[in-house]
Each structure stands twice: as structure tokens, then as C-alpha cells.
């Protein structure tokens, strides 16, 4: 029996040393690595941006009153002068009949005292009555004469008043959500006073905010007007924003810095920055959040890697560099910039390197590896 058991732990440890000769045996396995070329640039700032109307004009009720008629869809195109809301106008129309009865009233007053003033001159070149009635005379028909435009100048208010009873498109446009229903009190807080908005969005303004620091990089990077100008007789882009919209996609049309605030607010140590992009087919609405993509500078003969090369940990970047006798080494990399799917390498790497590209979770330091080459095959929207 123990020469039995005997046998059979010298057949398993010989087993075993065969199979541990059978791993270290095993030929290199392949992987994909990146060759390293070096490339020139562009790097760009990127910065939060709320979306505006080319123009957002409110609909405000301007007078008090029920809301007694809704005459648009809401969402939907306005043409400029088309009839939006009415408020009940009775109380408006009872304004203008009194008003226009004030004046009625005053035109009979000024007839009255122009007629006493008729009858009193000739008597007073005569001497038949006293300069001082003369005078009275004379007040009161420049009393009334300034009564009188009191009045039409009342009535004249309360037609403007009735005329706001009438709200209409100020601008061609889209219309939103309205604010108030038919029947409700509108004109006085806290009841609607803006009914409603209508944008034009044939072109859009982006808003955002700019830290002193960036501010300066920026107006050093365009310095003059006169420079920006000449850059875009010359085809420059960097004279042209880009906007990268929520879903993480290039919009298509490039825009334009429009207005820079006239300083930096001391309570954020920000200045504000607008830009206007054409949007021809109305994709883009208020209200959207994007960021505007602008272009500092390009760097020429830059290191630049796929990011999937890289291993992050705790801040730090490394790679798995092949070496000339297809050995594996990690190699720690200082990065300066993400540029789309790429980091631009300041030290670590140089042109010609091979790095992992793919299966860098299996590669370790030391192992022999089949190198093969594959191009880097970007999912996003080329950067430049």
C-alpha cells in the first residue's frame, strides 16, 4: 500500500513539473499595439453656455382685466401682427366713452369762454369795463384752452389703454406655453403678467462665463479685432466658435463672438460672453444647456494617444511601451491635454514608440509579446 501511494505522488509531481514546463513553454501572444506618430493640434478651451433666442420677447399684459380670448397654438409659428390674447375690453371701452364725454364737456367750456372773451375786449378798448375783467376773461379762456388738452390727453390714455386690451406678435416667431387660461384675473402680480414669450430662432445667442484667467489666455490667444478680421480673410478658424450640444454631438454651424461684457464681476471673478450661431433648420431651442468649443492653439509635433492606451490611477498615467525585443514595460506618462478621444503627452513618450492598444488589462510588465499594428479608429466627430 505505500509503495502504492509512493508511485502515485511521483507520478503527480512529475506531471506537474511537465505542466509547469509546458507554461513557461508558451509562445508570445499577440496584441494590438499603436505606433506613435506626432501631429500638429488644435487645442481647445471648453465652457458651459445657455441658450437664447436670437430675439425672446415677452408678451406682457400691460393692463389689468379677464382674459377673455387665446387666439394661437401653443408652440407653434406667430406671424408678426397676428392677434395673440384679449382682455375683456368693456371696462376699457366705458373708460374712452367717459373721457371722450370729458372733452366733449371741455370743448363747451373753452366756446363759452371765448364767446365772454368776444364780448368784453371791444369793452374794454372803450374803457366800458375794467382792464381786470379783461384780464379774468382772458384766464379763463386760457384755462380752458389747457382743460381741454387735459382731457383729450385722457382720453388719448384711456384708448391706449383700451388698445392694450389687444395683445399681438411683436416679431415673427415661435410662441411657448401659455401662462394664462381664458377667465383668469391677468395684468397684477401675483396674477400673469407675462403671458407668454415669442423667440426667433432663425439664429441663436449662447451665453457663458469666463474666469479671469481664461479671459486673459483668450485675449491674448485673438489679441485685436483688426487680427481677428485678417484671420478670417485668410480662412483661419480659430476666428469661429463651436458648440457641442447635450447629446455630446458637433453641431454643424460655427458662431461668433458678438458681445464681451465691460468687465469682470468682482462677486465671481467671471465676465460674461455671447456668441451667435445661425440655426437654419430651428434645431437648437431656448433654454438648452451646451458647451462652446474655442480654439487657443495648435500645437505642432504633438505626442498624441488614443486614451483607451492609458491607465489612470489616483491621477497618475501610465502605458504599456513595447520595447525593441517586443518585451513589456510600463512606462509612467505626464499628460497635458484631452483632446476628443486622444491625450497629448508632455513627457514620457516620443515618435515611434508602440504602446498596447488593445487587451492593456492582460499585458503585463516583462511579458514577450507578437506585436501587431492597428490604426486607432476615432467613434467621435473629428476635432479639427
Same mark, same amino acid.
Given at each position: 500500500?505505500?509503495?502504492?501511494?509512493?508511485?502515485?505522488?511521483?507520478?503527480?509531481?512529475?506531471?506537474?513539473?511537465?505542466?509547469?514546463?509546458?507554461?513557461?513553454?508558451?509562445?508570445?501572444?499577440?496584441?494590438?499595439?499603436?505606433?506613435?506618430?506626432?501631429?500638429?493640434?488644435?487645442?481647445?478651451?471648453?465652457?458651459?453656455?445657455?441658450?437664447?433666442?436670437?430675439?425672446?420677447?415677452?408678451?406682457?399684459?400691460?393692463?389689468?382685466?379677464?382674459?377673455?380670448?387665446?387666439?394661437?397654438?401653443?408652440?407653434?409659428?406667430?406671424?408678426?401682427?397676428?392677434?395673440?390674447?384679449?382682455? *375683456?375690453?368693456?371696462?376699457?371701452?366705458?373708460?374712452?366713452? =367717459?373721457?371722450? /364725454? &370729458?372733452?366733449? #364737456?371741455?370743448?363747451? @367750456?373753452?366756446?363759452?369762454?371765448?364767446?365772454?372773451?368776444?364780448?368784453?375786449?371791444?369793452?374794454?378798448?372803450?374803457?366800458?369795463?375794467?382792464?381786470?375783467?379783461?384780464?379774468?376773461?382772458?384766464?379763463?379762456?386760457?384755462?380752458?384752452?389747457?382743460?381741454?388738452?387735459?382731457?383729450?390727453?385722457?382720453?388719448?390714455?384711456?384708448?391706449?389703454?383700451?388698445?392694450?386690451?389687444?395683445?399681438?406678435?411683436?416679431?415673427?416667431?415661435?410662441?411657448?406655453?401659455?401662462?394664462?387660461?381664458?377667465?383668469?384675473?391677468?395684468?397684477?402680480?401675483?396674477?400673469?403678467?407675462?403671458?407668454?414669450?415669442?423667440?426667433?430662432?432663425?439664429?441663436?445667442?449662447?451665453?457663458?462665463?469666463?474666469?479671469?484667467?481664461?479671459?486673459?489666455?483668450?485675449?491674448?490667444?485673438?489679441?485685436?479685432?483688426?487680427?481677428?478680421?485678417?484671420?478670417?480673410?485668410?480662412? *483661419?478658424?480659430?476666428?469661429?466658435?463651436?458648440?457641442?450640444? =447635450?447629446?455630446? /454631438? &458637433?453641431?454643424? #454651424?460655427?458662431?461668433? @463672438?458678438?458681445?464681451?461684457?465691460?468687465?469682470?464681476?468682482?462677486?465671481?471673478?467671471?465676465?460674461?460672453?455671447?456668441?451667435?450661431?445661425?440655426?437654419?433648420?430651428?434645431?437648437?431651442?431656448?433654454?438648452?444647456?451646451?458647451?462652446?468649443?474655442?480654439?487657443?492653439?495648435?500645437?505642432?509635433?504633438?505626442?498624441?494617444?488614443?486614451?483607451?492606451?492609458?491607465?489612470?490611477?489616483?491621477?497618475?498615467?501610465?502605458?504599456?511601451?513595447?520595447?525593441?525585443?517586443?518585451?513589456?514595460?510600463?512606462?509612467?506618462?505626464?499628460?497635458?491635454?484631452?483632446?476628443?478621444?486622444?491625450?497629448?503627452?508632455?513627457?514620457?513618450?516620443?515618435?515611434?514608440?508602440?504602446?498596447?492598444?488593445?487587451?492593456?488589462?492582460?499585458?503585463?510588465?516583462?511579458?514577450?509579446?507578437?506585436?501587431?499594428?492597428?490604426?486607432?479608429?476615432?467613434?467621435?466627430?473629428?476635432?479639427?
Amino acid at each position: 500500500m505505500k509503495k502504492i501511494y509512493s508511485l502515485f505522488l511521483f507520478s503527480a509531481l512529475i506531471f506537474s513539473c511537465s505542466k509547469g514546463d509546458k507554461q513557461e513553454a508558451m509562445p508570445p501572444q499577440p496584441f494590438q499595439v499603436y505606433e506613435i506618430e506626432t501631429k500638429s493640434v488644435p487645442i481647445y478651451e471648453e465652457f458651459v453656455g445657455q441658450i437664447y433666442g436670437e430675439k425672446d420677447i415677452p408678451i406682457r399684459a400691460r393692463v389689468e382685466g379677464f382674459l377673455e380670448g387665446i387666439h394661437f397654438k401653443e408652440g407653434e409659428r406667430v406671424k408678426k401682427g397676428q392677434l395673440l390674447y384679449t382682455i *375683456d375690453q368693456d371696462p376699457f371701452e366705458q373708460e374712452v366713452a =367717459a373721457k371722450n /364725454s &370729458l372733452v366733449a #364737456q371741455e370743448k363747451t @367750456v373753452l366756446v363759452q369762454t371765448e364767446n365772454d372773451l368776444a364780448r368784453i375786449a371791444p369793452l374794454a378798448k372803450m374803457s366800458a369795463v375794467s382792464e381786470q375783467e379783461l384780464d379774468m376773461a382772458v384766464a379763463k379762456r386760457d384755462a380752458a384752452i389747457s382743460s381741454l388738452e387735459a382731457a383729450k390727453a385722457n382720453l388719448e390714455i384711456a384708448r391706449i389703454n383700451l388698445g392694450y386690451a389687444m395683445m399681438y406678435a411683436p416679431i415673427d416667431g415661435i410662441i411657448g406655453k401659455t401662462n394664462a387660461r381664458e377667465g383668469e384675473f391677468v395684468g397684477k402680480d401675483p396674477n400673469p403678467v407675462i403671458l407668454n414669450t415669442v423667440s426667433q430662432l432663425s439664429a441663436i445667442r449662447v451665453q457663458f462665463f469666463l474666469t479671469e484667467q481664461d479671459y486673459l489666455k483668450l485675449a491674448r490667444a485673438y489679441l485685436t479685432e483688426e487680427e481677428m478680421e485678417m484671420r478670417r480673410v485668410e480662412g *483661419d478658424a480659430r476666428a469661429e466658435l463651436e458648440l457641442i450640444l =447635450a447629446d455630446g /454631438s &458637433l453641431y454643424d #454651424q460655427k458662431g461668433i @463672438v458678438d458681445f464681451i461684457d465691460r468687465s469682470i464681476d468682482s462677486s465671481t471673478g467671471s465676465i460674461l460672453v455671447q456668441a451667435t450661431f445661425p440655426n437654419p433648420q430651428r434645431l437648437i431651442r431656448p433654454g438648452q444647456f451646451a458647451r462652446v468649443r474655442i480654439r487657443v492653439r495648435q500645437d505642432d509635433n504633438a505626442i498624441v494617444i488614443p486614451q483607451k492606451c492609458a491607465k489612470e490611477l489616483q491621477g497618475q498615467f501610465s502605458v504599456m511601451l513595447v520595447n525593441n525585443d517586443n518585451i513589456l514595460e510600463s512606462r509612467t506618462i505626464d499628460v497635458s491635454d484631452k483632446v476628443g478621444e486622444f491625450y497629448i503627452i508632455q513627457e514620457g513618450l516620443q515618435n515611434g514608440d508602440k504602446i498596447i492598444l488593445e487587451g492593456i488589462q492582460k499585458a503585463r510588465s516583462g511579458m514577450e509579446i507578437v506585436p501587431q499594428l492597428k490604426k486607432f479608429v476615432s467613434q467621435q466627430t473629428p476635432q479639427s
